[in-house]
């Protein structure tokens, strides 16, 4: 089996990481976790709305450089500092959702934890797709 690392130059270099894995056999791909970073490094959006867009718009583009579309996720995982603010913003989350990725929706977990590894960091997104 083959592993090709993936990292798009538009996003963030990685340090420790890489944007998305992909396999030979069966094609998939594991998208690392993003958060709101821009190409620069610095973690961009005043809320956690406009957290989430940034943090689903590169996981988007890591599986886009992998060759996968978002119909192609399988699984993902939110991590999210603020349970309550993200609950109280999820239809504006699932609208960001919608017009980003569809609504072919991948199996998902929400998870409260106490920080990110960005400590202005809000949401992060991890996920996995298998390709065609």
Not at 14 to 34: C, I, K
Not at 95 to 100: F, H, I, Y
Request: aromatic share 6%.
């Amino acid at each position: 089996m083959s592993f090709d690392r993936i990292n798009p130059p538009d996003l963030a270099p990685p340090s420790g990481f890489s944007h998305a894995v992909r396999t030979d056999r069966p094609r998939t791909v594991y998208l690392a976790g993003q958060t709101a970073l821009d190409a620069s490094g610095k973690i961009v959006g005043a809320d956690v709305v406009e957290q989430f867009e940034k943090a689903l718009s590169n996981i988007l583009r890591a599986l886009e450089a992998a060759g996968g579309t978002p119909a192609d996720l399988t699984s993902i995982t939110i991590y999210i500092v603020d349970v309550e603010a993200y609950l109280a913003r999820a239809r504006e989350i699932g609208r960001v959702w919608r017009r980003l990725a569809g609504t072919d929706y991948p199996a998902a977990a929400g998870i409260g934890v106490a920080r990110l590894w960005d400590a202005e960091a809000l949401v992060e997104i991890q996920g996995i797709a298998a390709l065609e």
